[in-house]
């Protein structure tokens, strides 16, 4: 039976005290990794990146625009120390960053991203598609500066990653199972984010064209080659994909000098 707000308080009516209500509304209040479920890679790449652009400022001397000294020095993409055999230098400037706007803008779109395409793929596929995009942005980056045969950039950055989930988003809508219809018109959003970024890239000199362009195909290749289930691409494709991928990087490490060959 109802009672109303005024009504006097007897022996019959149950009363809540502060300590109880409290108790009570925390408990119906879900934990933080039971919020962030489906953004825990996300949330963990995050934390690694700042984590690392902390360690940058420290030991550039508290300064938030990185000297290019220090970023070399942390493994940024340098092409006369990869063609030397330093091959981490593949996977080590996605984690790396010039200044704090630079990481600011990276995280803010990880971020934008990374939960439906982690809620979608699978932690594992997510971890391997951000992984993948950076590594072919970084090798892209790596082979336009050997044959350009110019003076070697220094580039660092998530972006190679982060423009390979934006070309994963815009895919979903023509890869995934079920819901295709919504996912289509998701993607025709991220269509529009994808050309204002391109747009960035060929606007802004300081900017490492061929990381970006090479992450944007790493994330199409990925989705080609990623074991999530909810993705329409049989196993078979998924494996010579994978193939491919290995055997282009292999060939571009190796017809650039690299590893001695």
Known sequence: MPYRVNEPVDGSR????????????????????????????????????????????????????????????????????????????????MFLHMDLMHLGFNMVALYSVGEVLERVLGRGSFLLLYFVSGVTGNAVSYAADVVLAGAPSVSAGASTSVFGLFVAVALLGLLHKGNRRMFAEYSKGMLGVIGVNVAYTLLVPSVSVSGHLGGALGGLLAMLMVPAKSLRVPNAARAAMAVLWVAALGWTLASRGTLGL
Request: hydrophobic letters at 50%; zero cysteines.
């Open 14 to 93: 149950p009363v809540i005290d502060d300590e109880q209500l409290k108790r009570m509304l925390n408990e119906s209040t879900p934990g933080f990794f039971e919020r962030n479920r489906f953004r825990i890679v996300t949330l963990v790449l995050i934390v690694v990146n700042v984590a690392v652009f902390a360690a940058e400022v420290l030991l550039s001397g508290m300064r938030f625009d990185v000297p290019t000294r220090t970023l070399v020095d942390m493994g940024a993409m340098y092409a006369p120390y990869v063609q030397a055999g330093e091959l981490w230098r593949l996977v080590t400037p």
